[in-house]
Every structure is written in C-alpha cells, then in structure tokens.
C-alpha cells in the first residue's frame, strides 16, 4: 500500500513538473510570437498572426492598443473567415482615438466596410463607402489609393449595371 502512495505522489511530482515546464515554455514562445506579429501579418501566416497579433493585445493596457494592431486583427479575422471577430476588430478600430485623424486607416476602414456591403449585395452602402475611399486616397494623394478605389467603384457599378440592365432571354427573340 505505501509503495502504491509513493508511486502516485511521484507521478503527480512528475505531472505537476511537467506542467511547469510546459508553462514556463509557454511564456517564452509567447515572448517570441509578441516580437513576430508584424512578421507573421507581412507573410500572411494568418492562423500565426492570429495568436501573435492577440497575444500582444492582450499584453497591452486596452487604452494603450494601436490602430494598426486593431485594424491588423480585422484584417486577419476577415482572411480567416471570421466576420463576427472582424466586425468586432472593425468597431474597435472606428472607435479609437487615433482614428478620425488617421486618413489612411480611414481609407482602409471604409474600404474594408464597403467590400462586406458588396458581399452582402448591399450595393447602396457599398457605394457610399467606396466613395469615401476615393476622398480619403486623393487628400492623401496617393495613386496606388487612388487607383484600388477607381477599381472597386468600377466592380460595383458594373455589376449593378448588369444587375438593373441585363437583357431578358426573351429581348434576342423578339428582335
């Protein structure tokens, strides 16, 4: 019976070792993703960036989180498929108090907002927001901003235009 007792008390000695080695071993790969966040989002290791990029958050005091790691969370949730996670990321970065004088996160905000009306077949909205985006590239004057606005105002509108002026299979017969 005592040997019994001494073998158990060892193997929880030996558990219980474990599960601090595997803490402290947490700790310092959580220290090594802190550092890569940015590494991972550049690299599109989303699933990485993920962990990374929430392990950093939640380092932070939550007045102290940056935009730009908000607004990386958002993004990474929306590669992720993750709306409800990106909506959530997408309300944090328009709540900040860096946002309404920060035009590129403006531009990318409403870009981003307008893409899920598109998705949605929400077209009007859609509409608005890119239109914003062109505002935002151009006080920016930033071509590349410029040009991805141009292109999404184009997708929308040709697709309402063929939505609201497609032909009926009937007008070839008729004519």
Request: proline content about 2%; charged content about 20%.
């Amino acid at each position: 019976m005592t040997n019994n007792l001494c073998k158990a008390y060892m193997n929880i000695k030996n558990i219980s070792l474990l599960i601090s080695l595997l803490i402290l071993s947490c700790m310092a790969n959580s220290e090594n993703l802190l550092g890569s966040c940015q590494e991972h989002y550049l690299s599109k290791q989303w699933e990485k960036s993920k962990l990374s990029c929430e392990l950093e958050l939640n380092k932070n005091n939550p007045n102290q989180n940056s935009l730009s790691l908000l607004s990386k969370l958002a993004n990474i949730y929306a590669r992720l498929d993750n709306s409800d996670k990106e909506l959530f990321y997408m309300e944090a970065v328009k709540n900040h108090s860096e946002f309404s004088n920060n035009l590129l996160e403006q531009y990318y905000w409403h870009r981003r907002m307008g893409q899920l009306a598109f998705y949605k077949t929400n077209y009007d909205a859609a509409g608005e927001f890119f239109e914003n985006t062109f505002e935002f590239a151009a006080a920016l004057n930033n071509k590349e901003l410029q040009s991805k606005s141009f292109n999404d105002l184009g997708i929308l509108y040709n697709t309402t235009c063929l939505l609201y002026t497609s032909p009926s299979p009937r007008d070839g017969l008729l004519s």
